[in-house]
T-cell receptor
Framework: GAVVSQHPSWVICKSGTSVKIECRSL??????MFWYRQFPKQSLMLMAT?????????EQGVEKDKFLINHASLTLSTLTVTSAHPEDSSFYIC???????????????FGSGTQLSVL | RKEVEQDPGPFNVPEGATVAFNCTYS??????FFWYRQDCRKEPKLLMS???SGNEDGRFTAQLNRASQYISLLIRDSKLSDSATYLC???????????FGGGTRLMVKP
């Protein structure tokens, strides 16, 4: 079963609305989660690193006021796309890193992604 | 120059063929290396980690050349189900920072 749950899978919204995407680690506590964006036929681009209990670290060129990240608990991080516009339409994926020693070798788990379409 | 570079393809191969992908990385301090597989609009899934000594998992063989800063993936006896995009991923800072290559698209045809 899924180790990291991401919701919703698909969002279609009008321009100007805000959209919240949730990422939950189901089997472990994740002090760090990552948010990525992927445009068609391009690779994943790291947007920000979400740190439990503190501010997220944003990559260069990513507007922190537009992409609000909240990591209020050890199992949940949320990404809110504020005042979404058509150019924000993309595939957003989260990942969570399982701490060493908790399970087998694979330490990074991805959510199933959210396809955002802004009309 | 991109930090992690891959030939985007597509590589169109018949079933049963052997196909190889290469990936180059620019950060010599990189510590960990992976190949991920991604199907269209799905999350990436770990295919295999890449070790300095080279490693094999069934039909898949991965190799790392630190001196030349490249990683390779060899797929033998290609199956239709191997059709996907293969992402080369390079990590540092104990795996907390991952950089993804642009991906190489593979299409296996009957």
């Amino acid at each position: 079963g899924a180790v990291v749950s991401q919701h919703p899978s698909w969002v279609i919204c009008k321009s100007g609305t805000s959209v919240k995407i949730e990422c939950r680690s189901l089997d472990f506590q994740a002090t760090t989660m990552f948010w990525y964006r992927q445009f068609p036929k391009q690779s994943l681009m790291l947007m920000a690193t979400s740190n439990e209990g503190s501010k997220a670290t944003y990559e260069q060129g990513v507007e922190k006021d537009k992409f609000l990240i909240n990591h209020a608990s050890l199992t949940l991080s949320t990404l809110t796309v504020t005042s979404a516009h058509p150019e924000d339409s993309s595939f957003y994926i989260c990942s969570a890193r399982r701490p060493p020693g908790v399970g087998p070798d694979e330490k990074l788990f991805f959510g199933s992604g959210t396809q955002l379409s802004v009309l | 120059r991109k930090e992690v570079e891959q030939d985007p393809g597509p590589f169109n191969v018949p079933e049963g063929a052997t196909v190889a992908f290469n990936c180059t990385y620019s950060n010599s301090a990189s510590q960990s290396f992976f190949w991920y597989r991604q199907d269209c609009r799905k999350e990436p899934k770990l295919l295999m980690s890449v070790y300095s000594s080279g490693n094999e998992d069934g039909r898949f063989t991965a190799q790392l050349n630190r001196a030349s800063q490249y990683i390779s993936l060899l797929i033998r006896d290609s199956k239709l189900s191997d059709s996907a995009t293969y992402l080369c991923v390079v990590g540092f800072n104990a795996g907390n920072m991952l950089t993804f290559g642009g991906g190489t698209r593979l299409m296996v045809k009957p």
